[in-house]
């Protein structure tokens, strides 16, 4: 018992020498960097393809549960189901199963306008920044930012791009929507509304 009292003490003392490195089996390796890697949620992006030449691209948060989910899928499908109706000429009109009450008619009226003009678009839209700000029973708020400098908008009869293209296809700017779960378990939007830079609250929309 004394030796290895004497032996303890002797270990502080030798700096001289390391400490012995721990044994660890060659398959059994003590940090697996990969394990850690898989425990980090890492956000994923995702492309609609609405048209030829005309998509939608979602960078989706790294996390999102189920009403979060569905919040982005209806804006992600209100945003592609418009885009897909002005290229069709209003023959596609699926982008107002997405919207109701107040947001229906500012839907309608965004698509007509393009095609009282005989415009339509070619290019990227990107959909990024997504964050549900408030929830209160069934009703909730989402925020997101919408690129569209690589949009560009058209002549519909010669597919040409316009001379002057509008301050949408130049800047970022932050959509708010305020959405509402129907007896359905499907989330629709009710409200639209926009801020435009220099707006502080699109401030946020520039990387």
């Known amino acids: 018992m004394r030796a290895v009292i004497a032996l303890a003490l002797l270990v502080p003392v030798g700096c001289s020498s390391p400490a012995p490195r721990p044994f660890t089996p060659d398959d059994l390796p003590a940090d697996d960097p990969s ?6 949620p890492t956000p994923r992006v ?3 393809e609405v048209a030829s030449g005309v998509r939608v691209v979602v960078e989706w948060p790294a996390v999102a549960d189920r009403d979060t989910t569905g919040m982005i899928n209806a804006f992600r499908d209100y945003r592609a189901g418009s ?11 699926a982008y107002l199963e997405t919207v109701q009450d107040g947001a ?8 007509r306008e393009f095609l009282d003009q005989r415009r339509s678009v070619r290019g990227t839209s990107r959909l990024y920044a ?6 209160t029973g069934r009703g909730a708020e989402l925020h997101g930012c919408i690129d569209e400098t690589g949009m560009r908008l058209l002549d519909a009869e010669t597919g040409k791009a316009v001379r002057r293209q509008p301050d949408w296809t130049r800047k970022p700017f ?16 009710k409200l639209l ?13 520039l990387r």
């Open 174 to 189: 932050l959509q708010a929507a305020g959405l509402r779960r129907g007896d359905d378990g499907v989330w629709r939007i």
């Open 193 to 205: 509304r926009h801020a435009e830079l220099p707006s502080e609250r699109a401030k946020g929309c």
């Open 130 to 135: 997504l964050n549900v700000v408030s929830v």
């Open 46 to 48: 995702e492309t609609v």
């Open 83 to 93: 885009f897909k109706s002005v290229v069709t000429g209003g023959q596609d009109t």
């Open 35 to 40: 394990s850690a890697q898989q425990a980090v």
């Open 104 to 111: 229906s008619s500012d839907a309608y009226r965004w698509v």
